[in-house]
């Protein structure tokens, strides 16, 4: 299984950018699938996620500013980021739960990919 993230690079504060995130492999089912973040010097934090069923949970930094969508016939991802600040200048990491056709259950991580917001 793997994960390839799309969408990184330099915007300015107050702009947008949208990240896209595609699961591949031997893929039985895909329990949630979402993004992470790490700045220098701090530990990675959830940015969004999206279950199967549709269900949303979002970092407080980024509410109202974010949506996490979901495409489960393509095992994707998708994260708009509106309103951008300098502080969401991070590594941004694509992550999913995934059960492959053997059953076996597996947290998987994508490579990441740099956000700068920055004038």
């Known amino acids: 299984v793997q994960l390839q993230a799309f969408g990184g690079g330099l915007v300015q504060p107050g702009g947008s950018l949208r990240l896209s995130c595609a699961a591949s492999?031997?893929?039985?089912?895909?329990?949630?699938m979402g993004w992470y973040r790490q700045a220098p010097g701090k530990e990675r934090e959830l940015v969004a996620a999206?279950?199967?069923?549709?269900?949303?949970n979002y970092g407080p930094p980024v509410k109202g500013r974010f949506a996490v969508s979901g495409d489960s016939a393509k095992n994707t991802v998708s994260l708009q980021m509106n309103n951008l600040k300098p502080d969401d200048t991070a590594v941004y990491y694509c992550?999913?739960?995934?059960?492959?056709?053997?059953?076996?259950?597996?947290?998987?991580w994508g490579p990441g990919t740099l956000v700068t917001v920055s004038s």
């Open positions: 992550s999913a739960a995934i059960q492959s056709l053997s059953g076996r259950w597996t947290y998987n």
């Open positions: 492999g031997s893929i039985s089912s895909i329990a949630a």
């Open positions: 999206i279950t199967s069923d549709g269900s949303t």
